[in-house]
């Protein structure tokens, strides 16, 4: 379905999530470009383009995600590789944005690191960036480009649909993620709830009250990750213990972290449903995950941002 016919596009990938670049590429009846990363002996990253790039807008597919660093440094050095071939535009496709958590100072002599990679991606070359449901909006603002922002609800929202959910009810975590939660209960014609809870310290939630009618109702969490699956699990547990039917969940950025599968595996959750802008470890894996697709969402962006056509129409 390439609509690029003057050969102008060219996609590029380094080790974080091939699996993705290559589905984006197939969707647009691409190849990836011809890029290798590997490592020096002393474990230096080295990039080698082995095509032309000179008056190409090229688009890099690199999530941030774990190992975090690895995967950063990998991105900033592609795309400085780009910058110095003499690449038209680069545009950086960041999926899933690392150290988005990390977007204010929270307590004195704290950095804003969210900030400072920001810096760097634009410093490296970076004319664009094209990403998917920021653990905070604002981090958008943190960039002197332009930022394409998706959304995976509406990704979340097709699958749920089509389970015909009985008198679903969308929970957010908390009060942060009420707008996602909105947005999904719109699509899917549900009401919202909310969970009251409080961190004590990071990756650790307390479940204090839930606001909103769960009884007898089908609940749907909704988030934008799940890292140690702390809250879900504990948010799924407070739910049934208010009387809700059952509980599914789903989030865009599956990180799964330190004990996140065994909770998930041995929570009353009846369906976890992530999408693929994390590469998910066979070992990671388990019955009750269900894995969405956001290739041809991030394809159909980069074709949109190539052709300089605006990219919230898709979601309109």
Known sequence: MARFGDGRLKIFTGNSNPELAKAIASHLGTQLGDLEVGRFSNGEIQV???????????????????????????????????????????TAVIPYYGY???????????????????????????????????HAGQIQGFFDIPVDHLQGVPILAEYLSRKDLQDPVVVSPDTGGVPRAG???????????????????????????????VKGRT?????????????LTQGALALLERGAKEVYSCATHPVLSGPAVERLKDSPIKEVVVTDTIPIESEKRFDKMVELSVAKLFGEAIVRI???????KMFE
Do not use: W
């Open 219 to 231: 609940c749907v969490m909704v988030d934008d990750m799940i890292d140690t699956a702390g809250t």
């Open 306 to 312: 190539h052709e300089d056509l605006s990219v919230s």
């Open 48 to 90: 080698t383009l082995n095509e032309s790039v000179r008056g190409h807008d090229t688009f890099v597919v690199q999530p941030t995600s774990a190992p975090v660093n690895d995967n950063l440094m990998e991105l900033l050095i592609i795309i400085d590789a780009l910058r110095r071939a003499s690449a038209r535009r680069i």
């Open 183 to 213: 947005a999904l209960a719109k699509r899917l014609g549900a009401s919202i709830a909310i969970i009251d809870k409080r961190r004590p310290r990071p990756n650790v939630a307390e479940v204090m009250n839930v606001i909103g009618e």
């Open 100 to 134: 988005a958590r990390q977007d204010r100072k929270t307590r004195p002599r704290e950095p804003i690191t969210a900030k400072l990679v920001a810096n760097l991606i634009t410093m490296a070359g970076a004319r664009r960036v094209l990403t998917m449901d920021l």
